[in-house]
């Protein structure tokens, strides 16, 4: 699997926007970026995912790189309900599983 | 909102017992998968189900582990002879088929908190 890299913790104030990075300098052609979220306690939640064009919807927006090397995941306005683990995971059209990484850590400062 | 459901939402067992963990995958997904997490550790794939078998499992799914989709809603995840290193969270999730294929977004469960004593 492709391997994607994190920054292994943020802060971020409250009300402020988050932007979240992503590495992934092996990208493959089929493999879509997903990103999830762990909340403290409960299971993975799915955010957004996204292959070539930038990519918004009610939780967050996905800004992906022209080269696919790099994306950043976008919080408009963070909440303390956003303090979680972040996820970056590449998943091939076709490949079932999700292969979690270590993820970053986002604090959210009130 | 539909979402996945899963009992019991802690289990207690001695070393050596078969346990079966339960997951009410959300009613129009036809694919379903179990995760686990050791405390303090990643998220870790062990196998994904669809249409009545296994499409793909991990190195971690060995002879001790099985699925099954006994009824229409209910997916189960027995470990047959549980041992110490089984303590973790087990995650289930579920997708739904887009075109014949599942690339889309999957939806966890809340987990069962597994502790072998």
């Known amino acids: 699997d492709a391997k994607t890299t994190q920054p292994n913790s943020m802060e971020s104030n409250e009300e402020e926007p988050v932007h979240l990075p992503c590495n992934h300098s092996?990208?493959?052609?089929?493999?879509?970026i997903h990103w999830y979220r762990q909340l403290p306690s409960q299971g993975p939640e799915y955010v957004i995912h996204?292959?070539?064009s930038n990519v918004n919807n009610r939780m967050a927006s996905l800004a992906i790189a022209e080269d696919r090397k790099s994306s950043t995941l976008i919080l408009h306005r963070a909440t303390l309900r956003d303090a979680a683990v972040y996820y970056c995971?590449?998943?091939?059209?076709?490949?079932?599983?999700?292969?979690f990484g270590t993820g970053t850590r986002l604090t959210i400062i009130p | 909102e539909p979402e996945v459901t899963q009992t019991p939402s802690h289990q207690v067992t001695q070393m050596g017992q078969e346990v079966i963990l339960r997951c009410v995958p959300i009613?129009?997904?036809?694919?379903f998968y179990w995760y686990r997490q050791i405390l303090g550790q990643k998220v870790e794939f062990l196998v994904s189900?669809?249409?009545?078998?296994?499409?793909?499992k991990s190195e971690i799914f060995d002879d001790q582990f099985s699925v099954e989709r006994p009824d229409g809603s209910n997916f189960t995840l027995k470990i047959r002879s549980t041992k110490l290193e089984d303590s973790a969270m087990y995650f289930c999730?579920?997708?739904?088929?887009?075109?014949?294929?599942?690339?889309?977004?999957?939806?966890f469960g809340p987990g069962t908190r597994l502790t072998v004593l």
């Open positions: 996204g292959l070539t």
């Open positions: 009613s129009n997904h036809l694919y």
């Open positions: 189900f669809y249409n009545n078998e296994i499409s793909e």
């Open positions: 995971i590449l998943k091939n059209f076709g490949n079932e599983k999700l292969t």
């Open positions: 092996t990208i493959s052609g089929t493999d879509y």
């Open positions: 999730a579920s997708s739904p088929i887009v075109a014949g294929v599942s690339y889309n977004e999957q939806f």
